[in-house]
Structures are given as C-alpha cells and as structure tokens.
C-alpha cells in the first residue's frame, strides 16, 4: 500500500515527518520534503508538482511543523507566528499543536483553519518533557479521560466549524505514548476515544512517558492499537532508522504509516529511502562526506533565510553537526568546532577542511542516533495519578497551566 488517506488529505506514500521541538522548522522540513520527492521520482519516475491549490495531496509524505503551544498562537506571539509560516511550496500545511485547555486548543484551531494557516492539524499527547508533563500536558494528559475526550471533541467541531467555506474539512489528528509508565497504559483507551470524537488518525510512538527515549520501541503495543481502532488508519512511530525498518514495523503491526523522528536528524535523505521503498523501489541514499557537506551548506543557507539574522541561524545550526557527522572520520576538535560555527564564511572554512573524498561509512553512519538516554520518573502534577477523572480545582490549574511558548 503506497498511499493513507487522512480525512480529506491524500498522502501518495504513508510516510510522516514528527515533530520535533528546535528541529523540524521550515529549513529542515523543506530538506526532508525535497528528498521524499527524490525517493517518488526514483521509484515511480516522476515528481508531483510545486503545490496543488487546495492543499489535500502530498505526494511524497507530511512533513508537520515543531509543536506549537496553543496559549502562544492565540496570543499570537511573533516567534510562533514565524513557526507556523509555511514554505509556499509545501503541498500539504501540517502544524502540531499542543495544550491542556480544551477552549484554548479550540482557539487556537480556528485561527488556523479559519485564517487559511493550515490544512492538517496534529494533537500533541506524547511529549515526555518534564516542563510540559508537570503541568499535565503531552504524554501525561491521556489519563485523564474526561479532559483527553473533552479536547479531541472540541479540536474536531473547531475545525469542522471553521472549514465552512472552505473546499475540504481540515483533519485533525493525535500523536500518543503508550502511557505514563507501565502502570498506566493509556493509550487504548484514548485511541477509541478519539475515533468517536472525530479524529481523522492516531499515531503511537511505543514508549511510556517514563521510558523517555530509552530502551526499545515496543511495536506490538502498535498492533494492539490497530486491533483497537479499527476506522482510522493507525500510524506507527519509534525506532525507525532505515526504509526497511519502515517496512518491518508495517509488515509486523499492520499499521497504515510510519512516523519518522530521530532517525531523520542528520538524514534528511532519509526520507528519499523511506518514499521510494514505500513505492518498492530498493533506492537508498549512501552519501559521501562531500554530499553531506553540500546538505549542510544548504541547510545553513536555508536557516539564514528563514531566521533572517546569520548568527542566530548558525548557533541554531549547531546541534545539527554531530548528527550530520556521526559515523564519518571527523577528529573531536574538527566536530567541536563545526559545533561552534557563527557564520556561513566560518562554516565554509571548516567543511572545506575536511576529507571530503570520504566515502559512505556504511554502518557507523546509521542506526539509533540523537540521545536515547535513560529511563526518567515521569514529573506529574501533585495527585495526578489517584483518579482517572479531573476535578474542578484540577481542572482551574490547567486553565493556567498552558505554556506560552512554542517549540517544546
């Protein structure tokens, strides 16, 4: 199966890209874009146009904004507003936005529907940051049922309210955890709570808040859920580092897409072997060092772009380097001081330094990447876990418990 149909959007290949806080903005969104319609025209021989007008087809996968705090669009801060600018030439206008008030999620829909600001919406319950679980939001939210019910059913009769007069009805979809830890698996019930309220898809990353990133994404809990929801396609998130992971989390849950995150960072051509292998075609992307310099440079220039400002835009580039590097024989002061590039002059001077007739290390350069990092004691709000319902006084601390600003 090639193409997913998510309410009124067509994807021609099942393939997202997640969210992720200071990573997938506009530059690094339109990288991964480009190689998916890279993987499209290897495997089928042609690519899709620019962008159709009406914002319902994406040919080569969704490519979704970092999250976006609810509080921080309706107040219409001018770092969030910046968040949510498309690039003019994404098919499909994807925004992630998270919350913990029902009414302010709400809001925040109808500006983007109503505003023309998005054709897809996405649901953040599976942050496991602790800034965002202390005050009862991302992965820790769904336990309680009544206020995860309350939010997917106003999200949907927001936007179905605000698409009137529009030539489709923009979905609105959810991204979950498995739960809170193992004691306190949710994600079951919020999937068939979310099928009733209207939601247009649900996808699971298979880890606890507790798990943080660590250990291994547990797929069976994905066709559970497949099992559970059965008229909304499914999507599968974790652990996905290559296309034929991709294809093996599909083939083993039987779920109806994948959601690619960490292994995309430093590989956006990942997305060219996700595309294609979803077409089924064995095309797959084994760059040398002098292509991933290209892609740096071009990443950079991207950033300077968007940002406006070259040295915001190289510090924001830092974190990017060891991604991009991992694997190729760099020594430890050339990568510290590509981590500490101020400007495309300095950038280009270092790349330039490089063995740039290096060769595609093969393994070293694939697998898990960013920080896994350890099982962590989920922070939650005093008394969050005695009940599965929400009190009033509970419910008048997450009214001011929103987060003001965007990016996780």
Not at 119 to 148: E, I, M, Q, S, Y
Not at 381 to 397: E, K, N, V, Y
């Amino acid at each position: 199966m090639t193409e997913l149909q998510i309410g009124a959007v067509r994807l021609g290949s099942p393939v997202v890209l997640a969210p992720m806080a200071g990573v997938t903005n506009p530059p690094f969104r339109q990288l991964c874009r480009a190689a998916g319609v890279d993987g499209l025209r290897a495997a089928t021989g042609t690519a899709p146009a620019a962008a159709p007008a009406n914002g319902t087809h994406a040919p080569a996968g969704l490519y979704v904004t970092e999250m976006i705090t609810s509080r921080a669009l309706v107040e219409r801060t001018p770092e969030t507003m910046r968040m949510i600018t498309p690039d003019p030439a994404e098919p499909v206008r994807s925004v992630q936005l998270y919350g913990v008030d029902p009414a302010t999620i709400a809001a925040a829909i109808r500006i983007l529907v109503a505003e023309d600001r998005a054709d897809h919406v996405d649901l953040n319950f599976g942050c496991p940051v602790p800034k965002v679980t202390r005050k009862g939001g991302g992965g820790a939210l769904p336990w309680k049922r009544d206020l995860f019910d309350g939010i997917v059913t106003d999200a949907v009769a927001a936007a179905r309210e605000a698409s009137a007069g529009r030539d489709h009805e923009v979905p609105v979809t959810v991204k979950m955890r498995m739960g809170i830890d193992d004691d306190h698996l949710t994600y079951l019930d919020a999937g068939r709570l979310a099928e009733r309220a209207g939601i247009a898809a649900v996808a699971l990353h298979a880890r606890t808040v507790a798990q943080h990133y660590s250990g291994q994404a547990r797929w069976e809990h994905i066709a559970r859920l497949k099992e559970a929801v059965t008229t909304i396609p499914v999507l599968g998130n974790g652990d996905v580092w290559s296309a034929e992971e991709a294809e093996e989390m599909m083939a083993r849950t039987g779920c109806d897409g994948v959601v690619v995150g960490r292994g995309c960072q430093g590989r956006p051509w990942l997305f060219t072997d996700l595309v294609a292998a979803a077409h089924g075609s064995g095309v797959r992307v084994r760059p040398g060092l002098r292509e991933v310099a290209a892609v740096i440079r071009r990443h950079a220039e991207l950033m300077v772009e968007h940002f406006g400002e070259e040295g915001r835009a190289l510090r924001e580039m830092r974190k990017h380097m060891a991604w991009y590097l991992k694997g190729y024989v760099v020594g430890g002061p050339t990568r510290h001081d590509l981590g500490l590039v101020s400007s495309l002059a300095e950038l280009d001077e270092r790349l330039a330094a490089l063995d740039l007739d290096q060769p595609y290390p093969g393994e070293g350069a694939e697998g898990p990447r960013g920080r896994a990092g350890s099982a962590k004691q989920p922070h939650l709000p005093d008394g969050w876990l005695t009940s599965r319902d929400i009190d009033a006084d509970l419910r008048a601390m997450l009214a001011e418990a929103e987060l003001s600003v965007s990016g996780g």
